[in-house]
Nanobody, 126 residues
Framework: QVQLVESGGGLVQAGGSLRLSCAAS????????MGWFRQAPGKAREFVAT????????NYADSVKGRFTISRDNAKNTVYLQMNSLTPEDTSVYYC???????????????????WGQGTQVTVSS
């Protein structure tokens, strides 16, 4: 079992920044890839960013490239999402997720992830 707890969401003006954190527990953190996804009301959950278990590889949705940065601190069992230049279109509930197959990739499909956090709301005002 893996437990994931997100934090860092909130209300920010357009152009502002937020940093989300996701603390993991329950299994060896370095054994799984981590991803961030988001879901706005009435929309499907969409991929935002992912990072491999060994920190080497990252992958981003086109809509956030150049603005968002995913990172992980394996010593703290935590993954981060630094979000800059936020726009109202980034308003969503953000979820972190763990993929525990042990592979070295950066999966982007929500269905392959095994564990999810409860989500944290990010609201960007115009």
């Amino acid at each position: 079992q893996v437990q994931l707890v997100e934090s860092g969401g909130g209300l920010v003006q357009a152009g502002g920044s937020l940093r989300l954190s996701c603390a993991a527990s329950g299994r060896t953190f370095t054994s799984y890839a981590m991803g961030w996804f988001r879901q706005a009301p009435g929309k499907a959950r969409e991929f935002v960013a992912t990072i491999s278990r060994n920190v080497v590889d990252t992958n981003y949705a086109d809509s956030v490239k150049g603005r968002f940065t995913i990172s992980r601190d394996n010593a703290k069992n935590t993954v981060y999402l630094q979000m800059n230049s936020l726009t109202p279109e980034d308003t969503s509930v953000y979820y972190c997720a763990a993929e525990i197959s042990g592979g070295w990739g950066t999966p982007t499909i929500p269905g392959v992830y095994d564990y999810w956090g409860q989500g944290t709301q990010v609201t960007v005002s115009s």
